[in-house]
């Protein structure tokens, strides 16, 4: 057989962590905290919201950018949350998850060489994505255990190349809840430029403590520069169905749909009706905070006097501890060592630093039923 010689697009792109994790928790017969999912099921009412989209004629093409009714339930959320207002019709596409978002806006606006700004630890789609467009991932390292961000950083590394800068909040793996004045921050440092951005808001229900989530849609130059991207699968504990939306201005909207036109043309058409029946009770997103906020506690509590040190999520699913009072193993080392030998799989976060540096953190998902987090708590009391 023929073998084509060609230059991978991708050639040092290792197996994702969330597949490795999880499978080694399946062989080990592991409680999996590692990949973000949740153990139990969505709500029936959601089900039920399916069951009769599929009774009903809607089993061929959707419209490119998503079924009307879904666009108007989404843009009303993101109204009624954070009192922006965008068209449903000209700013609003509905996506195969917040990951097609993500692809489909980078692929859209950065060229060879342009420049990428990207905060670490980061999600790992970013800069794959980046980089198979042809762009220069930037990395700026955020600082200690807390994972503050630099922005003095971020201001120094913008220069004629930068064409985007990719934010996340709530923060995935850190949990960290970017502040008002942070998102301040940014918008007067990209003021008078023509640098987009690219706001990964996947986790934006999941806030505790009080705290607001800043979507970048609520400050309006920043906005005005913003694809923001947002994921079904996460709000509606419906991580399989890959469903998601971008939200961005007309003009940015216009050239995000060439891509998405040619990268799926449309979205799951019953699952879009389904949704925008569930849409139509906000109540159905805006107890989600308080939901998780009551699991992290739980879990907390329950290992408050183990060896693992923490500060307390402020948002998403994820909850990252410390281990450097049990062991100065590497955290890929720890995480392995803990399936095997403890049953329970978690994620090393140093994957997803700059340079691979080490902070001997894990993160633990605890998007789980409270009787697995209570297992949980028993195996980290005994480590
Ligand atoms: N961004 C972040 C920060 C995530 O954690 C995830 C994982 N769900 C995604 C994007 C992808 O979302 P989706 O599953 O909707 O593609
Ligand atoms: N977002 C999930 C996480 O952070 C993983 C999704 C995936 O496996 N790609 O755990």
């Not at 994505?129 to 971020?154: R, S, Y």
């Not at 449309?266 to 009551?294: D, M, R, S």
């Amino acid at each position: 057989m023929a073998k084509l010689t060609f230059k991978s697009k991708l050639p040092d792109l290792p197996t994702s962590i969330f597949t490795t994790m999880s499978q080694m928790a399946k062989t080990e017969n592991a409680l999996n905290l590692s990949q973000g999912f949740p153990d139990f099921p969505p709500d029936p009412e959601l089900v039920q919201c399916v069951q009769q989209a599929m009774q009903k004629d809607y089993h061929q093409y959707a419209p490119l950018g998503g079924i009307f009714p879904l666009r108007e339930q989404i843009a009303e959320k993101i109204e009624r949350c954070y009192g922006s207002s965008y068209h449903p019709q000209k700013e609003i596409t509905v996506t195969v998850g917040a990951t097609q978002a993500i692809f489909t806006a980078i692929s859209a606006f950065v060229y060879p060489g342009d420049e990428v700004i990207v905060l670490k630890p980061a999600y790992d789609c970013y800069e794959p994505t980046i980089v198979a467009n042809g762009g220069i991932p930037v990395l700026i390292q955020m600082e200690g255990k807390e994972h503050g961000v630099n922005w003095d950083e971020v201001a120094r590394c913008i220069n004629h190349k930068t064409r985007m800068i990719v934010i996340n909040t709530p923060h995935n793996p850190s949990g960290r809840v970017f502040s008002r004045e942070e998102m301040l921050r940014l918008e007067n440092l990209l003021r008078d430029t023509d640098i987009l951005v690219v706001s990964d808001e996947v986790y934006e229900h999941l806030v505790f403590d009080g705290l607001q989530h800043e979507s970048a849609s609520r400050f309006p130059d920043l906005a005005s520069r913003s694809l923001v991207c947002a994921s079904f699968g996460k709000t509606f504990h419906v991580t399989g169905w890959k469903m998601g939306y971008c939200a961005a201005p007309e003009y940015l909207m216009a050239e995000f749909q060439k891509i998405h036109e040619f990268a799926v043309f449309c979205v799951n058409h019953p699952l879009q009706h389904a949704l925008t029946a569930y849409l139509k009770n906000p109540e159905h997103y805006l107890g989600l905070g308080k939901f998780f906020e009551e699991k992290r506690n739980l879990f907390l509590r329950g290992i408050e006097n183990s060896r693992f040190r923490f500060i307390p999520t402020q948002g998403t699913y994820f909850q990252l501890l410390d281990y450097s009072e049990i062991s100065e193993e590497s955290d890929i080392h720890i995480a392995e060592r803990l399936t095997r030998e403890h049953g329970i799989a978690s994620i090393p976060i140093s994957v997803f630093n700059k340079k691979q540096l080490d902070n001997h953190q894990l993160r633990f998902c605890f998007a789980k039923k409270d009787e697995t987090l209570n297992k949980a708590i028993e195996i980290l009391n005994t480590i």
